[in-house]
T-cell receptor, first 111, second 113 residues
Framework: SQQGEEDPQALSIQEGENATMNCSYK?????LQWYRQNSGRGLVHLIL?????REKHSGRLRVTLDTSKKSSSLLITASRAADTASYFC???????????FGAGTRLFVKA | NAGVMQNPRHLVRRRGQEARLRCSPM?????VYWYRQLPEEGLKFMVY????????ESGMPKERFSAEFPKEGPSILRIQQVVRGDSAAYFC???????????FGQGTRLTVV
């Protein structure tokens, strides 16, 4: 089964609202990463949070990590139509060899 | 510094043909990862390579699929005797020695007709 599981699978909001996506994982990690994928495009790395960090900000993005609950959340504030995309969380395999992705959350921001 | 380059961007193959997907990592990167993304699904790890070595191929189908990362030139993902179920987007990522952050290419979209 997947290491990372995003929740919800799909999210539809109005422009200007905040969007929160959650990710849960199963095994210990070195770090957790969030990626964005626009329809038909490649992945764009958004933010990396290390296992000893609890919160990280980058522009309108805020990521939290709770290693005790093995979960992370991605908050996009003041969403824009251009934020419409799929968002994936990914964790490093404990052996450090590969990054394991969840199935993604599809975010749709209505103008 | 060019990013990860994958080619071709789109590839159409008839059932039974071979598909060769190329990935040139970022300059200075010696680690390459291949992922497959089926329509409406997340990415699935396939294989992790360093120069001239396959480190982890636990996600590779046992038959028809192979990957290499030679000393010179791009990494190649080869799919022999393609079937309709191989239709997917194949992404390559690269990272530097000891780095956690991986940079992705734009992907190759394989369509088997």
């Amino acid at each position: 089964s997947q290491q990372g599981e995003e929740d919800p699978q799909a999210l539809s909001i109005q422009e200007g609202e905040n969007a929160t996506m959650n990710c849960s994982y199963k095994t210990s990690i070195n770090n957790l990463q969030w990626y964005r994928q626009n329809s038909g495009r490649g992945l764009v790395h958004l933010i990396l949070i290390r296992s000893n960090e609890r919160e990280k900000h980058s522009g309108r993005l805020r990521v939290t990590l709770d290693t005790s609950k093995k979960s992370s959340s991605l908050l996009i504030t003041a969403s824009r139509a251009a934020d419409t995309a799929s968002y994936f969380c990914a964790t490093d395999d404990p052996g450090g060899f590969k990054t394991i992705f969840g199935a993604g959350t599809r975010l749709f921001v209505k103008a | 510094n060019a990013g990860v380059m994958q080619n071709p961007r789109h590839l159409v193959r008839r059932r039974g043909q071979e598909a060769r997907l190329r990935c040139s990592p970022m300059k200075g990167h010696s680690h390459v990862y291949w992922y497959r993304q089926l329509p409406e699904e997340g990415l699935k790890f396939m294989v992790y390579l360093q120069k001239e070595n396959i480190i982890d191929e636990s996600g590779m189908p046992k038959e028809r699929f192979s990957a290499e990362f030679p000393k010179e030139g791009p990494s190649i993902l080869r799919i022999q005797q393609v079937v309709r179920g191989d239709s997917a987007a194949y992404f390559c990522a690269s990272s530097g020695q000891g780095a956690s952050e991986a940079f992705f290419g734009q992907g190759t979209r394989l369509t088997v007709v």
